[in-house]
């Protein structure tokens, strides 16, 4: 009879077989890690961040964001300002109003550009995720993505919707704690209720967000594989926003890099595939679908502008929209005037409208008067400690019941 093999070789076969299977599990690099990137220098290898367990590329696994630690009161901040431009764009405002500013300036259609990125594609989203990924290892303690322009009508109103007020005020503690904010403070729009992707086509409101028809089930899973489909992506307009560097260093870099091959590759029209980054960069770096921090508490916090209260805050800005509502009436008459004088005509003004005129402006002024009084108590408020703290978040409950009705 012959003999069989011997009895260890099985076993050494099944060993092999196990330790290969080990090895390719914990020690091999994901299949779906290795994406094609445009690099403009070295690239240098990661720790994967302790926000994470698993592949980094699995978004159906959350990130777990921890809290921000603030420095010790009066300690300084470093930052530097991200900012996208074409070559027709001015920026000398910032060198005359804020020369001491750290600016990181990416001329996106200049071929010599100092700073550079792979594609003109997907306007200022293109330039963030490429700074992001180029000064991964290399971040101040705040960095802030902005645009160009120092007067827009979605900078705070509260100053001046001036660029340099925003930059002057911010206050980095606020975005060490919270490790993302959005420098805009006012909800509308992008907040409380905006994308919808089960949405029918007859509801769509192509005026206010047109972005929305974009934003359909495929999109969300190009960009986010496995991660479940939201109910709602809600927060504020408009691509300007601060992060800590705990915060950026807390999402992995594979998902930038991911992030970006989706904008280099998509089909979609350039700026809605800017504009739906514009809806996700909270989503991005705060896990919340649905992210519109309190108004009061931004302005309180964030600038140091603080009413007393949200029911103060909404009456300073009832009170400006009355005004508002005055000043159209007005606005209405001078223009009717204006045109008659172009035309070379009398004013079409009669008496009884003259009068209405000249009261509206009355009105308007005592409006004008008590707006800036309130305005500048709130700005004195805003330098008390003690005010700027009434109206920060908290998680803390310790104290939470000194605010509960008491008595009978």
């Known amino acids: 009879m012959l003999s069989g093999p011997p009895r260890l070789v099985p076993f050494v076969v099944i060993f092999f077989v196990l330790a290969l299977g080990w090895w390719y599990l914990h020690i091999a690099p994901a299949s779906g890690s290795s994406l094609p990137t445009w690099n403009s220098g070295t690239s240098k290898p990661h720790t994967a961040p302790a926000s994470l367990r698993g592949d980094p590329l699995d978004f159906g696994?959350?990130?777990r964001f921890t809290d921000g630690q603030a420095k010790p009161p009066g300690s300084n901040y470093t930052y530097k300002i991200v900012i996208p431009k074409t070559e027709k764009e001015d920026i000398g405002w910032m060198a005359e109003e804020i020369p001491e500013a750290p600016l990181v300036?990416?001329?996106?259609?200049?071929s010599d550009a100092e700073n550079k990125i792979p594609k003109n594609k997907g306007r200022e989203a293109m330039v963030y995720l490429s700074y992001i990924i180029d000064h991964y290892d290399d971040l101040a303690d705040t960095t802030i993505f902005m645009h160009a322009h120092r007067h827009a009508w979605h900078n705070n109103q509260l100053m001046g919707l001036d660029?340099?007020?925003l930059l002057k005020r911010l206050n980095h503690e606020r975005?060490?704690?919270m490790g993302y904010m959005n420098v805009r403070c006012h909800h509308d729009p992008g907040c409380p209720d905006w994308i919808h992707m089960d949405r029918p086509g007859g509801d769509?409101?192509?005026y206010h967000k047109p972005e929305e028809i974009y934003w359909r089930k495929e999109i969300w899973e190009e960009i986010h594989p496995g991660a479940p489909i939201p109910p709602s992506i809600s927060g504020i307009c408009c691509a300007q926003f601060a992060v800590s560097r705990q915060r950026i260093r807390e999402v992995p870099i594979e998902r930038f890099i991911h992030y970006r091959k989706w904008l280099l590759t998509t089909g979609m029209d350039d700026q809605f595939s800017g504009r739906i980054f514009e809806y996700i960069w909270h989503y991005i770096f705060t896990g919340h679908e649905v992210h519109c921090p309190a108004m009061n508490t931004c302005y309180c916090d964030g600038y140091g502008i603080c009413f007393g209260g949200r029911q103060a805050?909404?009456?300073y800005f009832t009170k400006q929209d009355e005004r508002n509502k005055q000043f159209q009436i007005m606005d209405e008459y001078n223009k009717r005037e204006d045109q008659a004088r172009e035309d070379g005509k009398e004013s079409p003004l009669n008496q009884t409208e003259l009068d209405h005129r000249a009261k509206l402006r009355d009105i308007i002024g005592g409006y004008d008067v008590e707006l800036e009084k309130l305005r500048n108590?709130?700005?004195?408020?805003?330098e008390d400690p003690k005010a700027r703290k009434e109206e920060?978040?908290?998680y803390d409950s310790s104290h939470i019941w000194d605010y509960a009705p008491h008595g009978d």
């Open 61 to 63: 696994l959350p990130l």
């Open 105 to 110: 300036i990416y001329e996106v259609d200049k």
């Open 163 to 165: 660029a340099v007020q």
């Open 175 to 177: 975005v060490a704690r």
């Open 204 to 206: 769509f409101d192509f």
């Open 313 to 315: 805050f909404e009456d």
């Open 377 to 382: 108590e709130a700005k004195k408020r805003g």
């Open 392 to 394: 920060t978040e908290s």
